[in-house]
C-alpha cells in the first residue's frame, strides 16, 4: 500500500549556501517514504512578493513558509511541504517554495537562473508570482525564461541543439500560472469585460514595430519563450488583501478580516491547482512518486554543483539505472521468499525442484517487469535471468545434499540391526551368507518404501552396500556349507546385480542429465519470450511516445493557428476603433490631412493599377481562349503585366509606408488615450 506522509511543516529541499546549492539529506529521506504519486506545484517570482501566502494556503495552513514582513528576502534555497492532496485520494501534494528573485544582497543573477530552472524541471504545475499589471516591465522581469535554452538539456547527445532542445522542451514542462498581486485595474477591453486568462493573452501579444527589428525582437523574445515552452496558460489576478500596515500581519487575521473579494480569488486560485494539477510525469508516461522525486532533485543538484547543464535525458537515465537495480532485488527476493515458503528438500523427483523453480521465476520476472523502465538492451533483465540461473544451480546443488543426508540416516537407521547382527557373529555359519542376502533383500525393501529419499536414493544405496563388500566377502568365504559351484553361482549373481544396478544408475543419472538440459532449454524459451514480450512492450511504448509527439505538434499547429486568427480578428478590431477614434479627434484628422490625400491618391492609382491589370487579365484570357499559338503576343502582354506588376510594388511600397506613419499615429493616439485615462 502506498506509503501518505505527513509533514509538520516545511523544510529546505535545496539550500543555498553561498550561491552552492546543495541537496538537503534530511529532506530527501522524507521524499524517500512517499510511495504515492506526487503532483509538484513550485512558485516562483520576485522577492517581498506575498509567494509564501499562496503556499501556506495550498497547504491548508496559515503558518509555515516563512512570510516575510520586511524589504528583507526570507526564503532561501527551495523549500518543500508534502501533505496529503486535498482532492485526489492516493496523491501527495508536493509544494515547492523558492527564494525571491532580483534579491539585491545576493548580487548574482546565475543563482536565480538556476532557482527558476529547477522550478521547471521538478513541477508539474509551474506559478510565476508578481506584483500589479503584466505591463513592459513584468514582461521583462520574466526574463529567466528566454535563458532556459541556455540552462537545460532535453537529451544528453552532443548532436542535439538548442533548436531541438527547445522543440523538446514542451514535452517535459509543466503547466504555467500567472498569479498578479495587488491587481487594482478593471479587466476590460473597449468597455467590454474580459477574464484573466484573456488579459493574460492579450499581454503576451508581439509587438510590431517600424523601427529597429533587433530590439523588437528582443523585446518580444519572453512572449515567445512562454508560448512556445508552456501551452497550457492560466493567470489569476488578486486584489490587495488588506490596507496599510495591516499587511504584516497577514498570518494572523482571519478570512473575515481580509478583503472579500481577495478571499474569493485565494479560492479560486487553490480550487484550480486542486482539480487541474497533473501528477508529475516523466517520458514514456512514468508517474513520478518519492523516491523518482528525490532522484531528480540529486541528479540535477549534482550537475548544477559540477558545473554541468541538467538533462533531462541523464536524469531520467539515471533514474532508470536505480529503480531498475532495485526492482532486481525485489525479483530476487520474492524468488527466495516464494523457494523458501513452497520447496521442502528434498525433492522426491528433479521435475518438482524444477516445476517449483519455473514458477517462482516467473513470478520474479512479472515483478521486475512491473517495477522497472527503460531497460535499455535489456541489461538488467539478463542481469536477473543470470542471478536465477544461479539460485536455481544452488537449489539443484542443496537437493542433492539434503537427498544425501536423509538418505544416509535412513540406511544407518534400517541396517543398524543388521551390522548388529554381524558384529555378533550371527551369519558366520554354514547357509549365513544366504541369511545375510536375504536380509539384505528386505532391508533394501524397507528402504525403498521411505519416503522422500530424493534425487540420490539410489546413489546413497549403492555406496552404502559397496561399503558392506567386504562384510560379504567375509561371509561368503566363512560359509563352507555352500558349494563351489553354488559360490560361483552366488558370486556371478551378485556381479550381475552389480552390474544392473550399474546401469541402472548410469541410466538414472542419464535421465536426470536429460531433465535438467530439457528444463534448461524450457527456461531459455520462457526468457525469449519474456525478452519479446519486453522488447515487444517497450516498442509499443515508443510508438505511444511518437503518437504523443505528432498529437503535440498538430496541438502546436492548430494553437498556432487559433493565435494567428485571433490577431487577425484583434487587429481588424483595433483598426476599427483607429478609425471610430480617427472621427472623433478632428484636431489631429486637420493635422493629417495631407497623409489622408496622399492615401487618396495612392488609393486611386491602386485602383486605377487594379483596373487596369483586371482589363489585361480579361484580354489575356480572350487572347488565351482564342489561339494559344499567339506566342508574340503573349509576350507582350506579358511584359506589359510584369511592368504594371512593378508600378503595383511600388505603389505597395508607398502604401506601405503610409501605413507605418498611421501606425506611428496611431501609437500616439493610444498615448494620448492612456494619459486621458490616466488624468480621469
Not at 553354488?486 to 558370486?491: F, S
Not at 536429460?514 to 534448461?520: G, M, R, T
Not at 524450457?522 to 526468457?527: A, N
Not at 522488447?535 to 496541438?555: D, P, S
Request: include cysteine; charged fraction near 30%.
Amino acid at each position: 500500500m502506498a506509503t501518505e506522509v505527513h509533514m509538520p511543516g516545511p523544510m529546505c529541499l535545496i539550500e543555498n549556501v553561498k550561491g552552492q546549492l546543495i541537496a538537503n539529506q534530511e529532506a530527501l529521506g522524507i521524499l524517500s517514504d512517499i510511495t504515492q504519486p506526487v503532483v509538484v506545484v513550485a512558485i516562483v517570482g520576485l522577492y517581498r512578493t506575498g509567494k509564501s501566502y499562496l503556499m501556506n494556503k495550498l497547504a491548508g495552513k496559515k503558518t509555515g513558509f516563512s512570510l516575510g514582513s520586511t524589504v528583507q528576502a526570507h526564503t532561501k534555497g527551495i523549500w518543500m511541504w508534502c501533505v496529503p492532496h486535498p482532492k485526489k485520494a492516493g496523491h501527495t501534494l508536493a509544494l515547492l517554495d523558492t527564494e525571491g528573485l532580483g534579491d539585491v544582497e545576493k548580487g548574482d543573477n546565475q543563482n536565480d537562473c538556476w532557482i527558476f530552472a529547477l522550478a521547471i524541471l521538478l513541477s508539474s504545475t509551474f506559478v510565476y508570482n508578481s506584483m500589479g499589471a503584466i505591463n513592459q516591465q513584468a514582461i521583462d522581469q520574466l526574463h529567466y525564461v528566454t535563458e532556459l535554452t541556455d540552462r537545460i538539456r532535453s537529451r544528453s547527445s552532443p548532436e542535439q541543439d538548442e533548436v531541438q532542445d527547445s522543440h523538446e522542451f514542451v514535452r517535459f514542462f509543466p503547466d504555467f500560472v500567472w498569479a498578479l498581486r495587488d491587481f487594482s485595474l478593471e479587466l476590460k477591453v473597449n468597455g467590454k469585460p474580459i477574464s484573466a486568462d484573456e488579459y493574460l493573452e492579450n499581454s503576451l501579444n508581439l509587438k510590431h514595430g517600424t523601427g529597429q527589428k533587433d530590439k523588437v525582437k528582443v523585446l518580444n523574445l519572453p512572449q515567445l519563450c512562454i508560448h512556445k515552452f508552456f501551452p497550457k496558460k492560466k493567470c489569476f489576478v488578486f486584489e490587495q488583501p488588506v490596507h496599510g500596515k495591516k499587511l504584516v500581519q497577514l498570518e494572523s487575521l482571519q478570512d473575515q478580516d481580509l478583503h472579500s473579494n481577495f478571499v474569493e480569488q485565494v479560492a479560486e486560485f487553490c480550487s484550480y491547482l486542486f482539480n487541474s494539477s497533473k501528477v508529475k510525469t516523466l517520458s514514456g508516461g512514468i508517474k513520478v512518486n518519492g523516491p523518482r522525486l528525490k532522484s531528480l532533485v540529486v541528479t540535477y543538484v549534482n550537475t548544477i554543483s559540477s558545473g554541468g547543464l541538467p538533462c533531462i535525458e541523464n536524469a531520467v537515465l539515471a533514474l532508470s539505472q536505480t529503480e531498475n537495480a532495485t526492482a532486481v532485488q525485489k525479483a530476487i527476493a520474492h524468488y527466495d521468499q516464494r523457494m523458501s515458503q513452497k520447496l521442502q528438500l528434498p525433492t522426491e523427483t528433479l521435475q518438482e525442484l524444477m516445476s517449483l523453480h519455473r514458477a517462482s521465476e516467473k513470478e520474479a520476472i512479472k515483478i521486475f517487469m512491473e517495477n522497472s523502465f527503460k531497460d535499455v538492451n535489456q541489461v538488467f533483465m539478463t542481469k536477473l535471468v543470470a542471478e536465477l540461473e544461479t539460485k536455481q544451480e544452488e537449489f539443484l546443488k542443496k537437493n542433492e545434499w539434503a537427498s544425501s543426508d536423509r538418505c544416509s540416516a535412513l540406511l544407518q537407521d534400517i541396517f543398524s540391526p543388521l551390522e548388529e547382527d554381524v558384529k555378533q557373529g550371527f551369519y558366520y555359519k554354514p547357509g549365513g551368507y544366504h541369511l545375510f542376502i536375504q536380509k539384505t533383500q528386505e532391508l533394501k525393501k524397507k528402504y525403498y518404501e521411505e519416503p522422500r529419499k530424493g534425487v540420490q536414493a539410489e546413489e546413497v544405496l549403492q555406496q552404502f552396500l559397496q561399503s558392506k563388500d567386504d562384510v560379504i566377502s567375509t561371509i561368503l568365504q566363512i560359509d563352507q556349507d555352500l558349494t563351489e559351484k553354488e559360490k560361483n553361482i552366488e558370486v556371478e549373481h551378485v556381479k550381475a546385480e552389480a552390474a544392473q544396478t550399474t546401469v541402472q544408475i548410469q541410466q538414472e543419472m542419464q535421465q536426470k542429465i536429460e531433465q535438467l538440459l530439457h528444463q534448461k532449454e524450457k527456461t531459455h524459451e520462457e526468457h525469449m519470450k519474456q525478452l519479446t514480450e519486453m522488447m515487444e512492450k517497450g516498442q509499443a511504448q515508443v510508438r505511444e511516445m511518437q503518437q504523443k509527439n505528432e498529437q503535440l505538434l498538430q496541438q502546436r499547429e492548430e494553437t498556432h493557428e487559433e493565435r494567428m486568427k485571433q490577431l487577425t480578428e484583434k487587429t481588424e478590431e483595433v483598426q476599427i476603433q483607429m478609425r471610430e477614434m480617427q472621427q472623433k479627434n478632428e484636431q489631429l484628422l486637420q493635422q493629417k490631412r495631407n497623409h489622408e490625400e496622399r492615401i487618396k491618391q495612392l488609393t486611386e492609382t491602386m485602383e486605377k493599377t487594379q483596373a487596369q491589370m483586371q482589363e489585361m487579365h480579361q484580354k489575356n484570357e480572350q487572347l488565351l481562349q482564342v489561339k494559344k499559338s499567339h506566342k508574340e503576343r503573349v509576350k507582350e502582354l506579358t511584359e506589359k503585366m510584369a511592368k504594371t506588376q512593378n508600378d503595383y510594388e511600388k505603389v505597395c511600397q508607398l502604401y506601405s509606408q503610409e501605413r507605418e506613419e498611421n501606425i506611428k499615429l496611431k501609437e500616439e493616439l493610444r498615448h494620448l488615450k492612456e494619459k486621458r485615462c490616466f488624468i480621469s
